[in-house]
């Protein structure tokens, strides 16, 4: 089973996995299992945005955008420019809610 899934993930960068990995989740002691494993591969790879998702997940940024502003503060420069381009890679930068934030992130886009 490992050895197809690993298979699959190479190719067209995993496409056909993530069908795959949504249906484990559903089962409990797989999704712990599988989320353990996708945080050590996080930590391998890029410390600092496994570092920033865990400061993040802490804070309960989820459902809040306030909150979520709130915790980008609290992220060192290097976390955040790494959440950053993730969220970036994912397409999951939200939406600025005024003009001062509007601001800030155009500031956040200009150091990078």
Do not use: C
């Not at 989740?25 to 996708?38: C, D, E, G, I, N």
């Not at 381009?85 to 001062?100: S, Y």
Request: no cysteine; proline share 5%.
């Amino acid at each position: 089973m490992l050895i197809v899934l690993n298979v699959l993930a190479r190719v067209q960068g995993g496409r056909f996995v993530r069908p795959i990995a949504m249906t484990l989740m559903k089962v409990p002691f797989l999704k712990r299992w599988l989320q353990r494993a996708s945080k050590a591969n996080l930590e391998r790879k890029n410390p600092e945005l496994a570092s920033a998702i865990a400061k993040l997940e802490r804070s309960g940024v989820q459902h809040d955008p306030q909150r979520a502003q709130a915790a980008m503060s609290r992220l060192s420069a290097a976390e955040r420019r790494a959440w950053l381009e993730a969220a970036g890679d994912e397409g999951a930068i939200p939406e600025p809610m005024n003009r001062q934030q509007r601001r800030q992130a155009a500031k956040l886009k200009k150091r990078r």
